[in-house]
Antibody, heavy 125, light 114 residues
Framework: QITLKESGPTLVKPTQTLTLTCSFS??????????VGWIRQPPGKALEWLALIYWDDDKRYSPTLKSRLTITKDTSKNQVALTMTNMDPVDTATYYC?????????????????WGQGTLVTVSS | DIVMTQSPDSLAVSLGERATINCKSS????????????LAWYQQKPGQPPNLLIYWASTRESGVPDRFSGSGSGTDFTLTISSLQAEDVAVYYCQEYYSNPSITFGQGTRLEIK
């Protein structure tokens, strides 16, 4: 059974840097085809994909947020971290960690299953 | 970037009736070399994370009831619930994974019981 759990601060101040950690079990991020990503959802709004890291350490970022995001993995600890700089109140959202099962060894088969429960991050002074 | 537009934004359907949700992409998500549509559907129930229903536009994820089906190709897609159950009340999202590195979701469709 695959599970993912997000952890990190629930409140950050504007201009600060947010670091979230995803701890997962039930799969290895060294397995070919596998990936872990981050997706966020502002309260009452739609989903927004942020970043994705693959088994071979290849990384993908949302073009609109790329300059602010860094995704890393620690395969030995079964963890993936997301860093977002220069936080703003509009970044207030639930941040989800997601498993990318893949469909072979390609990098375009990017659907997500399962999702973590999410962590609500509020940006306020 | 590909823009995904869902319609309607919300709908109410009677129990046992058919529910249909549409998703339109601003450009084709059909990859000609493998004839696959790079589109997924998710269900998000209140207070829960989204759950994958369908990928490749029409492949049902394991464990998803067969009353859920996906269809369409190119730029126009449909999620159909053949006989609405009370537990299907949720917001439904389509997602394209054709463009790389970007991945885009639709704005969501809220489904309620009439």
């Amino acid at each position: 059974q695959i599970t993912l759990k997000e952890s990190g601060p629930t409140l950050v101040k504007p201009t600060q840097t947010l670091t979230l950690t995803c701890s997962f079990s039930g799969f290895s991020l060294s397995t070919s085809g596998v990936g872990v990503g981050w997706i966020r959802q502002p309260p009452g709004k739609a989903l927004e994909w942020l970043a994705l890291i693959y088994w071979d350490d290849d990384k993908r970022y949302s073009p609109t947020l790329k300059s602010r995001l860094t995704i890393t993995k620690d395969t030995s600890k079964n963890q993936v971290a997301l860093t977002m700089t220069n936080m703003d109140p509009v970044d207030t959202a639930t941040y989800y960690c997601v498993h990318r099962p893949g469909d072979g060894s390609g990098k375009y088969e990017n659907w997500f299953d399962p999702w973590g429960q999410g962590t609500l991050v509020t940006v306020s002074s | 970037d590909i823009v995904m537009t869902q319609s309607p934004d919300s709908l109410a359907v009677s129990l046992g009736e058919r529910a249909t949700i549409n998703c339109k992409s601003s450009q084709s998500v059909l990859y000609s070399s493998n004839n696959k549509n790079y589109l997924a559907w998710y269900q998000q129930k209140p207070g829960q994370p989204p759950n994958l229903l369908i990928y490749w536009a029409s492949t049902r994820e394991s464990g998803v009831p067969d009353r859920f089906s996906g269809s369409g190709s190119g730029t126009d897609f449909t999620l159909t619930i053949s006989s609405l159950q009370a537990e299907d009340v949720a917001v439904y999202y389509c997602q394209e994974y054709y463009s790389n590195p970007s991945i885009t979701f639709g704005q969501g469709t809220r489904l309620e019981i009439k």
